[in-house]
């Protein structure tokens, strides 16, 4: 299982744009990258999953550079409500067990 | 999307008292589901893997005797925590899947105190 390597914590104010970085020196072929947010006593939230180059829903955009070793995860204008951890996960078609590492804890300052 | 839902909650109760935590996946079916759990301020560990119609798979140190899994039909999964203890005290989640390339989608968790 490919490893991820992300920042513990980060800090940034209330309608800045945040880009967390996730490193997956170890990716296969078949692997897709996933970012999930979890909020204190919730479940996992999906937030977007990519393969390559770069992917975009309403919540969040995902770069993928050519080599495929990081990902990006970018939340465009962030709120209070957007404090939470942040887990990238490196993911093999088809398969279903998840191995979460540790996170990055955003914080979003008024 | 995907709903999974996870009951109860929460539970408080005695050391010494077994648990049942239903997770049922709403709007698909669920060949195969995931428990996992964590401890406060700490990320997701699996601890088995559940499947409809046979026995679950469970990880390294994981007690099969201690947590019962049973999938008795494809929307539905139990763990049950038997004879709890103070150290079983921790936050439980489920999770699964419709198959394919589609993500896992988790339920809300159930935080389980003994007392």
């Known amino acids: 299982l490919a490893k991820t390597t992300q920042p513990i914590s980060m800090d940034s104010y209330e309608g800045q744009e945040v880009n967390i970085t996730c490193s997956h020196n170890n990716i296969a072929t078949n692997d897709y990258i996933t970012w999930y947010q979890q909020f204190p006593s919730q479940g996992p939230r999906f937030i977007i999953q990519g393969y390559k180059t770069k992917v975009t829903n309403e919540v969040a955009s995902l770069f993928i550079p050519a080599d495929r070793k990081s990902s990006t995860l970018s939340l465009p204008r962030v709120s209070l409500s957007d404090t939470a951890v942040y887990y990238c996960l490196v993911v093999l078609t088809g398969a279903n067990n998840l191995f979460f590492g540790t996170g990055t804890r955003l914080t979003v300052i008024p | 999307g995907a709903v999974v839902s996870q009951h109860p909650s929460r539970v408080i109760c005695k050391s010494g008292t077994s648990v049942k935590i239903e997770c049922r996946s709403l709007d698909f079916q669920a060949t195969t589901m995931f428990w996992y759990r964590q401890f406060p301020k700490q990320s997701l560990m699996l601890m088995a893997t559940s499947n409809e119609g046979s026995k679950a798979t469970y990880e390294q140190g994981v007690e099969k005797d201690k947590f019962l899994i049973n999938h008795a039909s494809l929307t539905l999964s139990t763990l049950t925590v038997t004879s709890a203890h103070p150290e079983d005290s921790s936050f439980y989640i489920c999770?699964?899947?419709?198959?394919?390339?589609?993500?896992?989608?988790f339920g809300d968790g159930t935080r389980l105190s003994i007392l």
């Open positions: 999770s699964a899947s419709p198959g394919g390339s589609q993500p896992q989608h």
